[in-house]
């Protein structure tokens, strides 16, 4: 008598998710969990995603990575994971000279309110300079990497 081996059920995964495939999912996930649970849930320590938590909604885990600010909840494509991290770096870094000064860190005359990193650096509130400029904008004065943010 043959006996066959039965096959686990294996969540079948598209092969590629989308950036808004994922942004979905978190928010689905942020809308499934009790008050005081939010997406941040989902952040590893490298600022990844962890897509086995989202699975149910992705109906599987993938391969790729994703990852999200801490500050502002922006989620980015591996190819720009250094963008949340400096994300978070600044955005710290502006509410407490925010907070300590009344003022907004912003290079001067400049055609976006883009922050001023060497003020920063300079009065000790940024220990590490992005390599792009961050603007500041008027909703809560989060921050964004995207200066079409400020295109009517």
Do not use: C
């Not at 008050?35 to 149910?56: G, Q």
């Not at 993938?62 to 500050?71: A, G, I, V």
């Not at 792009?132 to 904008?137: D, H, Q, S, V």
Request: avoid cysteine.
């Amino acid at each position: 008598m043959i006996f066959k081996r039965a096959k686990k059920n294996m969540p079948t995964v598209p092969p590629t998710v989308t950036l808004p495939q994922i942004k979905q999912a978190v928010r689905q996930f942020e809308e499934d969990m009790p008050a005081p649970i939010n997406r941040t849930a989902l952040m590893m320590e490298d600022k990844s995603i962890d897509l086995s938590r989202l699975k149910r909604y992705l109906g599987g885990v993938p391969e790729q990575k994703f990852y999200m600010s801490r500050e502002t909840f922006e989620i980015f494509e591996e190819s720009d994971k250094l963008v949340p991290y400096y994300l978070d770096l600044v955005q710290s870094a502006v509410d407490n000279y925010i907070s300590d000064t009344g003022k907004l860190p912003l290079v001067e005359d400049a055609w976006l309110p883009e922050v001023h990193y060497r003020l920063l650096a300079t009065e000790r509130y940024l220990k590490e300079t992005p390599p792009f400029p961050l603007y500041i904008t008027e909703e809560e004065m989060m921050l964004t990497h995207r200066p079409e943010h400020f295109e009517q």
